[in-house]
């Protein structure tokens, strides 16, 4: 009995898988005329059952990332690619079901390699859910033993040497009117931390984005930096912060979510905490957005530096260092000498600190 059957040796679970249909994808983008798309039925026993209900069932907690199936072009409510899929989960047939394979062929860069799609269907109830994962083909080594010889070769079409390396989607519904619209996604072989999952995964083959907006995503980051800022008394979270938005502008157009974003700028764990600390719902910082370098701005302009006696020193961020010139007064002293040159445009007085 593998490792997989033992996990779900006894166990009960109330989503169900129905169908797995299974269909070996070529990386295609650009060609005009496109392979012909191989598939089969998994039964529902055996090994690979068990490996593909160990992820089905996780799902929605491995898939955190969420997105959304855009309207045509033309505003009305309609996504042919949902469409599509709403036809597979109706009909549950290999045949509506090669379709998406087909569809996914067409998007695949060489980059992407070959690849083994995997649809499953589950029902829990009126609760119906869609899985769609894509594992990478791999070089291995295949050695058989004889008696008296050993034979050793090399294959290319190693599918699911680790089961941690996929890209999924789910989607959950109960109507398929209103439901079916929104899902979880993931990525787990994109390696580059400012992207956490494949454009043409999402984009291209789902016709679908990140439910974020770039100017939503961007705002609630600068938010929670300057609220992390405003409320905390330590002075390496201050500084840490105050650093990564003065570099943010390497981020710009780029996909991050809040959780990459501290890895991005090697932000300390007490520092991501409290950056996250502040999220109503700390999932959020999994949501992913394209950073918008003229949202940020709006957010976080300035850059205000208290010190002892009681002077407040503020300057553009991205210019403060140039503003201010700071000297330690001795290399066993905690205080500085802060200078600056400029001729006086505007003097007043206010009630209050700003």
């Known amino acids: 009995m593998s490792e997989f059957q033992q996990n779900y040796r006894g166990k009960a679970f109330n989503m169900k898988i129905t169908h797995i249909f299974s269909f070996l994808v070529r990386p295609e ?3 005009e005329v496109q392979s012909e798309v191989g598939g089969t039925s998994i039964p529902l026993e055996g090994n690979l059952y068990y490996m593909l209900l160990t992820i089905f069932e996780r799902a929605t907690e491995d898939c955190k990332i969420d997105i959304t199936f855009l309207p045509s072009g033309d505003g009305i409510q309609f996504n042919q690619r949902r469409s599509e899929i709403l036809d597979v989960i109706k009909h549950r047939d290999i045949k509506h079901a090669q379709l998406l394979a087909k569809h996914l062929q067409s ?4 980059r992407s390699k070959l690849g083994l799609f995997f649809i499953v269907l589950g029902r829990d109830g009126g609760t119906e859910r869609i899985y769609l994962s894509r594992f990478p083909a791999d070089f291995g080594i295949v050695a058989e033993e004889t008696q008296n010889e050993l034979h050793v070769e090399l294959i290319e079409q190693v599918f699911m040497k680790s089961e ?4 999924a989607v789910v989607f959950d519904g109960t109507n398929a009117d209103s439901d079916f619209w929104i899902g979880k996604a993931i990525d787990k072989q994109v390696n580059d931390n400012s992207v956490s999952i494949s454009g043409y995964w999402i984009k291209e083959f789902l016709k679908a984005d990140f439910r974020t907006t770039s100017a939503a995503g961007t705002r609630r980051l600068a938010k929670a930096i300057m609220e992390t800022i405003n409320q905390t008394n330590d002075l390496e979270i201050k500084e840490e912060l105050t650093s990564a938005a003065r570099l943010s502008r390497s981020l710009a157009n780029k996909i991050i979510s809040m959780d990459n974003f501290a890895d991005k700028f090697g932000l300390s764990e007490k520092t991501k905490n409290a ?3 502040t999220l109503r719902n700390r999932n959020l910082r999994f949501d992913q957005f394209k ?3 003229s949202e940020f701005r709006k957010h976080v302009r300035f850059r205000s530096l208290q010190i002892s006696n009681g ?3 503020t300057a ?3 210019s403060f260092d140039q503003c201010f010139t700071k000297q330690c007064i001795a290399d066993d002293s905690d205080e500085y000498l802060f200078s600056t040159q400029g001729t006086i445009v505007d003097d007043r007085l206010r009630a209050k600190k700003s």
Do not use: D, M, R
């Not at 998007?107 to 060489?110: F, G, I, L, R, S």
């Not at 941690?164 to 890209?167: M, Q, T």
């Open 107 to 110: 998007v695949t860069t060489k």
């Open 311 to 313: 002077a407040i020193l």
């Open 316 to 318: 553009p961020l991205n």
């Open 29 to 31: 983008k650009g060609q």
């Open 275 to 277: 950056l996250i600390s």
């Open 164 to 167: 941690k390396s996929y890209k």
């Open 291 to 293: 950073f918008s370098t």
